[in-house]
Each structure stands twice: as C-alpha cells, then as structure tokens.
C-alpha cells in the first residue's frame, strides 16, 4: 500500500502542462483555478460514496465506506500549495515600481554620500507623500548622451517601470554638436518607450561661451524631442540651483545637499505624477 500511495501522490502532483483545463462544461484556468480544480477531485475521491449503504449509529447515519488513510497527507499538502499560490499573487499585486535615474554625475551624487544623492532623496520625498516607489540611482559621472546611449541597454535590462531621463550637461560642457546630442537623446528615447516604461526627460540648457547660435541650437533639442514623443519634460533640471554658491560644491557645479533638496523639492511632484498616472 505504501508503495501505491506513494506512486498516486507522484501523479496527482507532477507538473500540469500550462493549458486550460475542462471538467465537463466549466473552464478550469491555470494558477488558482487549477488549485481549486485539484482540491476538488481531492475532495471527490476522498468523500464517502453518497449512494453506498449506511448504517445507524444511535441517532447518526454512518457511510460504511471510510476515506482512503492518504487522503489526509493530500489534504495538507492541497491546503499548502493553496495558501502559497495566493500569498506569491499577494506580492505580486503589491510589487513596488521601479523608477530608473539614468544620467551623469548631477544623477550619481558626485561629492555627496550615497544617502544625499538626487535619487535616494527623491524616493525619500516619494515616500513621505504616500507614493511607494523604488528609485534606482543609475547615473554615471563624467557620462555624455553618447555614454547613455551605450549602456542603456544594461540599464533597462531589470525593466523599470519608469525612467527619469537627465543626460545632456557633459555635452553641453564640452562643446558637443547639438545634431549628435539630439541624435543620440532621440535614440535612447526610442529604446526606453520600447520597453514600455514611462519617461520623464529633465532638459539641459548650454553655457553661454560657446555663443548663441550654439545654445539656440542646444537648448531647443529638449523641447523638440518631448513633442515629439509625447513626454513630459522638466525643461531644466538645475532650476534654482544653478549659478547659486550656497546651493552647490565649490566646482559651481554639482548640488550640495542644499541644492539637492531644492532639485527634489521642484522634481518630486511631476514623478509622483507620472507614477499615479496622472498626466
């Protein structure tokens, strides 16, 4: 007997080929039907034949037909791959977004702890205003939309839910022409609504040394490229904080803790936006 119970419990649990399953006219789905599909024939073989003769026990009606001895381990091991099955759907609905902070050093936290860098304290704001969200600080320091362009792939290999895009500055620094910058910004945006994530784009404006024929030709890139693919845009990430000493590093370049909270305090309500939904 021992041997028979064993080779049944190897049977009624090996793996279902992932396909519908009828019982008659009612379409069993996989997943938690198939759970409750099998709990019913568990429950079938393990019942006392309603049509079988009884017999009297003081006031009772007792089946002379008693349960199979396994189907009590069958039941507890129904019972357990039933609570499992609902607990991992329980996750899964509660799975917290994904937001990917892809950019350069303005992104990364050059000069400032891991703690005080845009991205953890834009989840921190996030969090305080109700709005579970994970911000992945993917920022590269020294980075060019070239640079982006290169590793975005890896980047989007964890599929996040939405993308904060914020390349351009290195660019603009250095003198890059302004048809490669939007080439390049063009094609990462491609790559990034393919996946299906949503993209918030955070502009860069060029300094005024290159000449305003330059800064013409840079700083319309942004607007450009959010008509024209239907995505928010931030127009420039530094607002506020740009040119102030008491809001950035001694480079004049890089926010300081001050500056990051005012980059936070001007970008977190358009990222909460964007993760409820909201347009």
């Known amino acids: 007997m021992a041997r028979r119970a064993a080779f049944s419990t190897r049977r009624l649990f090996r793996p279902q080929p992932a396909v519908p399953v009828r019982i008659g006219d009612a379409h069993v789905d996989d997943g938690r039907d198939a ?31 008693k349960p199979p001895a396994r189907c009590g381990s069958f039941g507890a091991v129904l019972a357990t791959a039933a609570l499992l099955m ?28 891991a703690s005080g860098a845009f991205p953890a304290r834009l989840e921190a704001r996030l969090r305080e205003q ?19 362009l290169a590793r975005l792939d890896w980047a989007l290999a964890d599929k996040p839910d939405f993308v ?11 003198g890059i022409d302004p048809g490669t910058v939007r080439h390049n910004l063009d094609a990462i945006i491609d790559k990034i609504q393919a996946t299906g994530a949503k993209l918030l784009l955070l502009g860069m404006l ?34 506020g904080v740009a040119m102030n000493p008491q809001l950035n590093q001694p480079d004049g370049l890089h926010p300081n803790e001050k500056g990051v909270a005012v980059l936070v305090d001007h970008i977190a309500p358009l990222v909460a936006k964007l993760v409820k939904g909201q347009s």
């Open 35 to 65: 759970v409750q599909f099998r709990t019913a024939q568990f429950r079938a073989a393990c019942s006392p034949d309603p049509q079988a003769p009884v017999a009297m026990q003081g006031n009772h009606a007792r089946s002379h037909l």
């Open 86 to 113: 609902v607990m991992t759907a329980g996750q899964a609905a509660a799975r917290v977004p994904e937001i990917l902070a892809f950019g350069d050093s303005l992104t990364a936290g050059f000069g400032l702890p």
């Open 130 to 148: 109700g709005v579970e969200a994970k911000v992945v600080n993917a920022g590269v320091s020294g980075d060019t939309t070239a640079g982006g």
């Open 164 to 174: 904060i895009l914020a390349l351009g500055a290195n660019d603009a620094l250095r």
């Open 206 to 239: 060029a300094p005024p040394n290159w000449g305003e024929t330059y800064q013409h030709d840079f700083d319309s890139i942004f607007p450009d490229l959010a008509r024209a693919h239907g995505v928010p845009l931030y127009p420039f990430f530094l607002e």
